[in-house]
């Protein structure tokens, strides 16, 4: 539903976008993460159509952003991260007016208007001027005028930017049940909500795709090499020396300990899975294994991981 190709935007010599190919299937969420200045919001104004693309293309909704450019926009549904809205108009008023640039019937825009209201959670302020709501209502009300004419992809560049945690919990409750009804590319630096709300993830660092999947998957390279916390009930010295003679340790940590109590963090050198290796190991060596784990992996430990030390550019 959303694939670019080769998807470049080059300004003189300054490459903000460079050979970008990814897709988002129909009816999925698709967190879009990347450091500041990485080519997130270049991006989204080609597939916007706001910028033309240096070469390359995509397609949105089927339809290819340069030959069918008109056609793109029409399926998609935007919220920019600065919500355009006329603080002095009435929130029915506002979605009537962007009915209109819709090219909806007045009965198309009244039918509509009903179902995104409650859909939104706007039954209280629907009579309300909008530079009288907080931040999070405005947010409503613009997620209400983007899927107004009921498009068949969403976009959404940091949708809950300056939102407190409640209003954020809301807003990506609101977007899940979207899912399935709407492709949805969600931009955000919260890492955390597009782990619990993204069925696929795209990162991109410089321009360049980064890393691409499932946050499951994601999670699983970034466990990979990861620390092994040990419990053994053995002096320090004795669980120290064991760990150490290990096939593919790189480093052992001593945490805090009791005389006869050990609490060590072992590090692999490569991508190995040690756990096994020092079950065995501490079982020869006549030590009691008390604990045994592997440190769970986070999206952000993936997000870090992929793009520790790449420069991020300022974008254009």
């Known amino acids: 539903m959303i694939e670019t ?3 470049s935007k080059h300004y003189g010599p300054f490459r903000a976008v460079d050979d970008l190919s990814f897709a988002v299937p129909q009816g999925e969420i698709c967190g879009f993460l990347g450091p500041n200045g990485a080519g997130k919001s270049t991006t989204i104004k080609m597939l916007t159509g706001f910028h033309p693309p240096s070469s390359g293309t995509a397609t949105v909704g089927g ?7 008109e056609e793109a ?3 998609i549904g935007y919220l920019p991260e600065s919500n355009p809205l006329y603080p002095e108009m009435r929130v029915t008023e506002y979605l009537h007016f962007c009915g209109q640039l819709y090219g909806m019937s007045r009965s198309d825009r009244v039918r509509r208007i009903q179902e995104v209201i409650p859909k939104c959670g706007m039954e209280k302020i629907h009579t309300r001027v909008i530079g009288a709501l907080s931040k999070g209502n405005k947010q409503r009300v613009g997620l209400a005028a983007a899927i107004l004419h009921e ?5 959404l560049d940091e949708p809950t930017s300056g939102l407190d945690p409640a209003q954020m919990l809301a807003f990506r409750d609101l977007i899940f ?5 709407h492709t949805i590319l969600l931009s955000s630096h919260y890492i955390p909500q597009i782990e619990q709300a993204a069925g696929m993830v795209v990162i991109i660092a410089n321009g360049k795709l980064a890393a691409a999947g499932t946050p499951a998957e994601l999670r699983h390279q970034a466990s990979l090499g990861a620390p092994v916390l040990v419990e053994a009930a053995g002096g320090e010295a004795a669980v120290t020396a064991v760990l150490r003679k290990i096939p593919g340790v790189k480093d052992v940590a001593i945490g805090q300990s009791a005389p006869a109590l050990t609490r060590a963090t072992v590090r692999p050198m490569g991508t190995q899975d040690l756990r096994q290796a020092i079950c065995e190991a501490l079982s020869q060596a006549r030590i009691p294994l008390r604990e045994l ?6 999206l952000e430990d ?15």
């Open 5 to 7: 190709l080769h998807l």
């Open 63 to 69: 339809f290819d952003i340069l030959s069918q450019g």
């Open 73 to 75: 926009r029409r399926s």
């Open 151 to 155: 498009p068949k992809v969403l976009i």
């Open 177 to 181: 049940e979207l899912r399935g009804k």
């Open 293 to 298: 784990r592997q440190e769970a992996a986070t």
């Open 302 to 316: 993936f997000f870090v991981a992929s793009t520790a030390g790449k420069r991020s550019l300022e974008e254009n």
